[in-house]
C-alpha cells in the first residue's frame, strides 16, 4: 500500500496480516498472471508492492526482468527484502523503496512497465497516484492494473447475513477514503490519465462442484480476507466481535457444503504511455 491512501489500511500492517498476504498470492497468482504478459519487460517497477510477493512472482515468472518496488510503509518494506533475501532470487534484479509516488523520487530508470496489483482500490486519489506513476514509464511503455469489484461477490445457499458484511465491510472501505468497486472504473481512470490503447478484461471465478479443489481453497481464502478486514473494523467499533464470530461460522457451513457456489470478479487493465 501506498501512496494518498486511506487514513487507515483496510487489512492493518501486523504480522498475521503480511503472512496472508504471502498466501493470498499462492492462491490468486495463476488466475492474476492469466491475462498479463510481461514477456517483454526488462525493466518493471510496482507501485504499493507491500511484502514482496507479487515481485518474487514475477522475477521467478520472467528471469530476464529486473524491477524496483515502491511502498509507502517501512514495515512492508522490511518484510519484502527479508523474503526476497530468502527467495533464492539475484539481488542485483531488485531494488526496493520507501517512499511515495507522489513525492519527488529519486527514480532514474525510465521503466518498460508499471504494475498495482490491489493498490487503487486503497487511495484517495487513483488519477493522481495515476499520473504521478506515469512519468517513471517510457514512452511506449505500459500500465497494468489488477483490482477489485467488491459489487461481483456472491454464494450459493444464499447467506443474507454473510452478504451484509460484505456490504458492511466495502462500506468501512469507503469511510477510510478506499474504493471496493474501483474496478469498473479502471478504463475510464486510464483515459482519464492520459494513457492509450486501453485493454481492460474482466475474470469471474466461478467455482462449483464441478470444481471442488479450487472451490476449497478459495471459500478458505475468502474467509481469511474477511477475517482480515473484521478484525479492523472491530478494533474501530464498526462490528462487535460476536457479529463476525456468526459470519465466520456461516463461512464454514458453507465451507462444508457439497453443493457450494462461489462466485467473484475481478478486473484488470492495461494502457500505454
Sequence with gaps: MLQNQTNEYLHGFSEEEQ????AQNKVLSPDIYAWLDLSKSKHLLEIGCGVG???????????????TGIDLHEAQIIKAKELLGNSGINPTRYELITGN???????????????????LEHVKNPSELLRSGQQYLRKGGKIHIT????????????????????KRMDEFQNSLGGNGQIGIELGNLLCESGFTKIQTHSHPLFFDKT????????LSYWTELMESSALTMIANNAISKEEWIEVENLMHLIQSDENAIFYYSWIQACGEK
Excluded: C, H
Design 211 to 218: 470444481k471442488p479443489e479450487r472451490r476449497a481453497t478459495f
Design 19 to 22: 503472512m496472508r498476504l504471502i
Design 101 to 119: 509516488i507522489l513525492d519527488s523520487l529519486d527514480i532514474k530508470n525510465e521503466f518498460d512497465d508499471i504494475l498495482l496489483v490491489w493498490v
Design 53 to 67: 510477493a507479487q515481485m518474487i512472482e514475477i522475477l521467478k515468472r520472467f528471469p530476464e526482468i529486473k524491477m
Design 147 to 166: 483490482e477489485v469489484y467488491n459489487r461481483s461477490f456472491d454464494l450459493y445457499p444464499a447467506s443474507p447475513k454473510i452478504l451484509s458484511f460484505w
